[in-house]
């Protein structure tokens, strides 16, 4: 009785993943798992055990080397899973107590090394925890659950610049600087650079000590990233470029300030040329609209945008 009960839940559960398969093309979402392979972009700086815990199932969004065979919801995707499926399933109705999964803890999401099938069962019945072995990764910058592998990346290189530049221990609680396209950060650095070159030449520096780096990553920050935002969002430039970052946007905007100075001989300042960068640069409101509108059905709109 309680195989065939648990037959019943396992085709159920696979017509569910069809389902939710289609709805992820309309919306152009990802419906699969996410390869723990891809954590190794974050660039961890070591692992500890933290024991056996019980971990929210929902947190769950990732496997070492299953994640072709559930989908984004654990829904198993293959009728070769069905036996092992119904195994679990049959012994959790029989009250049977089941040994803890193995997992990877990375940030605050999970990453199953053993125990996927049963994941997918205590998922499918509405289960809010499970008991799991945590193994966790040390990372910078924390993977989210609807992240892509260039997500990834990306956050990998801005963990590579926070431990570059120290900006998150200088600047506690400091705006987040992400990007939408990688190998952007090496132009921060650039920045940075020729700031403490700079400041090094001011008069009022004459017979003091060298600038140093940690000094320049807070004046460039300070002084540069912060003015460049702030004038982005006096003149609500964020709301014509959809989908974009305020680091995108600050990159762009101090390439149009050197561009405005050389045309005419002096600095225009930041806020000129943020203004003017959004007033000729950003797309035609229908374009807009049709971005906001994409990124609406994959829920990758901000509200402030």
């Known amino acids: 009785m309680t195989r065939s009960t648990a037959r019943g839940e396992v085709e159920r559960a696979r017509l569910m993943s069809d389902v939710r398969d289609l709805v992820a093309i309309l919306r152009g979402q990802p419906n699969e798992l996410l390869p723990f392979e891809w954590v190794k972009h974050l660039a961890p700086m070591g692992e500890h055990s933290l024991g056996v815990q019980a971990i929210e199932v929902a947190h769950i969004i990732g496997s070492v080397d299953r994640y072709r065979e559930f989908d984004r919801h654990y829904l198993p995707k293959e009728k070769h899973l069905d036996e092992r499926w119904i195994g679990i399933r049959s012994a959790q109705l029989q009250g ?14 999970y990453f199953v090394k053993d125990g996927n099938h049963r994941v997918s069962v205590a998922r499918r019945q509405g289960q809010a925890y499970i008991d799991a072995h945590v193994i966790e990764l040390n990372v910078t910058v924390p993977p989210e659950e609807s992240d892509t592998l260039m997500d990834l990346i990306i956050k990998g290189e801005y963990a590579q610049f926070l431990r570059a530049t ?15 396209t990688p190998g952007r950060y090496d132009k921060l650095l650039e920045h940075i650079r020729t700031r403490q070159y700079f400041l090094d030449r001011k008069p009022e520096r004459a017979g003091l000590p060298p600038v140093t780096w940690e000094e320049a990553v807070v004046s460039w920050y300070e002084r540069l990233y912060l003015r460049i935002v702030d004038n982005l969002d006096l003149h609500h430039v964020m709301f014509r470029f959809p989908g974009r970052t305020e680091a995108d946007l600050y990159l762009w905007t101090m390439d149009h300030r050197y561009f405005l100075t050389q045309k005419y001989g002096h600095d225009v300042g930041s806020e000129e040329a943020a203004r003017d960068f959004g007033k000729h640069f950003s797309p035609p409101a229908y374009k807009r609209l049709g ?3 994409q990124l609406l059905l994959r829920g990758k709109l901000d509200s402030a945008m």
């Open 96 to 109: 049977k107590e089941l040994p803890p999964i193995q997992v990877y803890k990375v940030g605050e999401l």
């Open 166 to 180: 120290g900006l998150d221990l200088l600047v506690p609680g400091h705006r987040e600087i992400l990007f939408t």
């Open 291 to 293: 971005q906001r509108m």
